[in-house]
């Protein structure tokens, strides 16, 4: 449905009165009935995967025949699977009178408090994703007892509506609106209204077809436009509740309206003077800047080159335009192998394939930061390399989210545990947004640092930890919650307020830890650990990454002992 107000708002106000009527029919559907729109959402969308991976890689100027297409499949249609299969069972557990983690183990992590192990899952995790693993640390206080009952929300009572919901699609990850919409109507048993981004604008009849039961139901209604369209959707009386993915500009401008006025009632706002322009609530997944931190140890040269390609495709996945994308890479001043390591860096970001930037904006941006740092290299393909950046209060590098292939690099003095606690600090209190950090070490290094490490993790305020791994991949593990450290508010939203994903449907969840192989398959022993996990495919020096994807979110659609072969066969070709 293409909404442009120029020609009124018929169409807009007639998708919400269809939504209006479709809430009471949602409250009325049993356990049952949604399990079985589940199902067919799931066979609507694998029957979709094609032209949706085809959609997307033409806008973001992709060629077929690209390994970066790769990206496509398992950021879109994978990632949508494998959250209607982890919802199924979370859904199939309540309709049996049992609680979605009955059979998950929960243990104690620092800080008062528990964590859900929610990878791996199964056997089929163990082998597709070795070397993995992913926990839900709760808030401090709740315990195991607490996680059980309370797990479910919005279907522990199905009947109790919330209304309509207008999500505020993201441009960049195509999973992303759909799994918000799921979100709302399972959490939180709103039917949605789903206005896209105008950058993804062209994918919007895939998405009818692959959402065509929820849409068929009443359930769900998509519209496309403008920002008029959004501002005209987000006041009206019809929605009760906006979630928007993207900047915590667009937020502010939505909230408190923009310019300078909007900036002046913020300010109000802030001290008790005024009230927002939005009179609803509002939740929100807002992006930041991401730190790395890099742990100094003795590390190999094969050791040097993996972990330089990991940190490129931390910036440059999707072409830098990712709301989880690292740029500042934290280092030891004192770390002996640091000159040698930032060559690799170098050389990384270098090789990596290149792409169109597709994201408006971004030379502006790319400009922007070359212009705070005039001193920056300018890498082969128009990637910026900042280094000797310092770690003051309001250091650009830290404060502005540049959404685009930009990588900083600043340095703190110290090793072993004074660094990662300095480091720890200066992620809290000098980085823009709370959304992920990352945290790469060599097992050695964590064995010795013990207990202390795990402590040094509960003291990072994000909803996001990535050791050893990518926050990316917290993004993609379905039952792993998704968004900012709680605590957030509308005058300093950061990187939002409020979760997603969450396919356990978990109740006070405060952040997702993963954990990652320091070293692929074939070096893993050497550095004290075992893993079958080759270069993940996700890598952006993954030459295998299509063919992996693609084969991956055929077994996500339905899952079969004789797809292992051929996954397997294609990831260690990468």
């Known amino acids: 449905m293409t909404a442009q107000l120029q020609h009124g708002t018929e ?11 479709g809430a009471g ?11 079985d729109l589940l199902s067919r959402v799931s066979t609507a969308v694998s029957r979709q995967a094609d032209d949706w991976v085809r959609v997307a890689a033409s806008y973001k100027g992709l060629e077929p025949s690209s390994s970066l297409v790769g990206e496509e499949w398992t950021s879109g249609p994978y990632a949508v699977l494998s959250a209607l299969t982890a919802l199924t069972e979370s859904l199939r557990a309540l309709e049996s009178g049992r609680s979605p983690v009955d059979d998950v183990p929960i243990g104690s992590v620092p800080g008062n408090r528990v964590a859900v192990k929610v990878l791996p899952h ?44 207008l999500v505020l699609g993201a441009g960049n990850i195509t999973s992303i609106p759909v799994l918000d919409v799921l979100y709302e109507l399972f959490a939180h048993n709103r039917v949605v209204l789903l206005k896209l981004n105008p950058i993804t604008e062209t994918i919007a009849p895939v998405f009818q077809s692959a959402l065509q039961p929820l849409v068929a139901a009443g359930f769900l209604r998509i519209v496309t436009g403008g920002a008029d369209v959004g501002q005209y959707l987000v006041h009206h009386d019809l929605v009760d509740h906006v979630h928007i993915t993207g900047s915590a500009l667009s937020h502010d401008a939505i909230v408190f309206g923009g310019g300078v006025e909007g900036a002046a009632r913020k300010a109000a706002a802030r001290v008790g003077a005024a009230e927002p322009l939005l009179d609803k609530e509002i939740t929100s997944e807002l992006g930041g800047v991401s730190p790395i931190i890099i742990v100094p140890g003795r590390w190999s040269k094969a050791d040097l080159r993996f972990q330089a390609e990991h940190i490129a495709t931390q910036r440059l996945h999707n072409g830098g335009y990712n709301c989880i994308a690292g740029q500042v890479v934290v280092l030891s001043s004192d770390w002996p192998q640091r000159g040698e390591f930032l060559a690799q860096v170098r050389s990384a970001l270098s090789r990596a394939p290149q792409r169109a930037a597709y994201y408006p904006g971004s030379d502006q941006r790319v400009a922007g930061a070359k212009s705070s740092y005039p001193s920056a290299e300018t890498l082969p393909n128009g990637r910026l390399l900042i280094t000797g950046i310092g770690s003051a209060d309001g250091e650009k590098a830290m404060t502005t989210e540049y959404f685009a292939p930009v990588l900083a690099v600043t340095e703190l003095p110290g090793s072993g ?29 964590l064995r010795a640092a013990g207990a202390a490490f795990e402590e040094a993790l509960a003291d990072l305020r994000y909803g996001c930890i990535a050791v050893n791994a990518w926050t990316g991949f917290g993004f993609l593990t379905a039952r792993a919650t998704w968004g900012a450290f709680p605590g957030h508010t509308l005058t300093d939203v950061q990187s939002g307020i409020g979760l997603v994903h969450n396919a356990l449907l978990l109740d006070d969840a405060e952040r997702t830890v993963v954990r990652g192989p320091f070293r692929p398959w074939h070096r893993s022993l050497g550095a004290g650990e075992f893993t079958l996990s ?27 002992w004789v797809k292992l072969p051929g996954i397997f066969a294609s990831a260690l070709r990468g």
Do not use: C
């Open 25 to 35: 029919r949602w409250t009325a559907l049993p356990l049952s009935g949604r399990l």
């Open 122 to 165: 199964n056997l089929f995790d163990s082998l597709l994703l070795s070397g993995y693993r992913a926990e839900v640390w709760m808030r401090p206080g709740i315990g195991a007892d607490d996680v059980r009952a309370r797990a479910g929300l919005g279907q522990l009572t199905p009947s109790r509506g919330g209304g309509v919901g």
């Open 417 to 445: 545990l004074d660094f990662l606690r300095a480091a720890v600090a200066t992620a809290n209190e000098k980085f823009a947004g709370t959304l992920g950090v990352n945290v790469i070490a060599h097992p050695r290094t």
């Open 534 to 560: 080759p270069r993940p495919p996700w890598f952006v020096t993954n030459r295998t990454q299509a063919t992996t994807g693609r084969r991956l979110t055929a077994f996500a659609a339905n899952p079969s």
């Open 11 to 21: 169409e807009l106000d007639s998708a919400l009165s269809d939504l209006v009527a």
